[in-house]
């Protein structure tokens, strides 16, 4: 941590490379991230399998894919359309994204090194699972929709701008 209380992340140099479970997708990430964040609502838990998702928010055209995607369209958290892609072959979700809008989030999980990441902060923490707990270490909390300028100001404070 910093003096601040902010933890301090080396973004690894881009670009950053991943694909999904099978191989026959990749990708390389070649804007900077604008924030990384973990989300507990329902549909994350659904998504993932998991307890929660994770989502590395960068610029729509900072994504470079090589391989055949599906689009799967269905409406977000937010009530507005969204389109998530996945490897038609082993059924990795690789990204998702309001219809229209100019950023995009990769499932950082499909990332070749994860090893780097700390979330800015926690969204949805109302349904959380209840044997995860989280302090203002873990980063910013919202119970609910969050406050995106201020995950994306808190991971330019992680990152060093």
Do not use: N
Request: with cysteine; glycine share 12%.
């Amino acid at each position: 941590m910093s003096a601040e209380g902010v933890k301090k992340v080396a973004l690894p140099e881009l670009p950053l490379t991943g694909g999904c479970e099978c191989g026959k997708l990749r990708y390389r990430v070649t804007a900077k991230p604008v924030t990384y964040y973990a989300c507990h609502c329902t549909l994350c838990q659904r998504q993932s399998g998991s307890a929660f998702g994770s989502s590395l928010m960068l610029p729509a055209d900072g994504i470079e894919i090589d391989g055949e995607l599906e689009t799967y369209p269905c409406t977000g958290g937010s009530g507005r359309p969204q389109e998530k892609t996945f490897c038609p072959s082993c059924g990795t979700r690789i990204t998702h994204r309001i219809i229209g809008g100019d950023l995009l989030v990769i499932k950082p999980g499909t990332l070749d090194d994860r090893s780097w990441l700390h979330p800015a902060g926690h969204i949805f923490t109302a349904t959380k699972q209840p044997w995860i707990d989280l302090t203002e270490e873990d980063g910013l909390l919202f119970e609910d929709a969050p406050d995106m300028p201020a995950l994306r100001r808190r991971w330019s404070e992680m990152t060093g701008g």
